[in-house]
């Protein structure tokens, strides 16, 4: 099982950027995909953005444009920078590790960040 740590999160205004951070320990991070999601209050966690073992990415439409993930293998840790940040990016962010075994998803979470947009 892999332990997940997040930090990065904040208050900032509309329009400004913040950088995620996931340091990942307890497992081989290199073969985990790893992701963001983000639950806003009253909402489903949605993903934001995933990389893949490959370094693959895919994000939300919500995101997409605004948002970049990256890994740094040789040190267990996966970012989010995001751009051009709106009110409705406020939510608690989570970093997500995930790999099958035997065929069957074996997940990971963070204990998550709190990111507010707001003037």
């Known amino acids: 099982q892999m332990q997940l740590v997040e930090s990065g999160g904040g208050l900032v205004q509309p329009g400004g950027s913040l950088r995620l951070s996931c340091v990942a320990s307890g497992s081989i991070f290199s073969s985990y995909n790893m992701g963001w999601y983000r639950q806003a209050p009253g909402k489903q966690r949605e993903l934001v953005a995933v990389?893949?073992?490959?370094?693959?990415?895919n994000y939300a439409d919500s995101v997409k444009g605004r948002s970049t993930i990256s890994r740094d293998n040789a040190k267990n840790t996966v970012y989010l920078q995001m751009n051009s940040l709106k009110p409705e990016d406020t939510a608690v962010y989570y970093c997500?590790?995930?790999?099958?075994?035997?065929?069957?998803?074996?997940?990971?979470w963070g204990q998550g960040t709190q990111v507010t947009v707001s003037s």
């Open positions: 990389i893949t073992t490959g370094g693959s990415t």
């Open positions: 997500n590790a995930v790999r099958m075994v035997f065929g069957i998803p074996n997940n990971s």
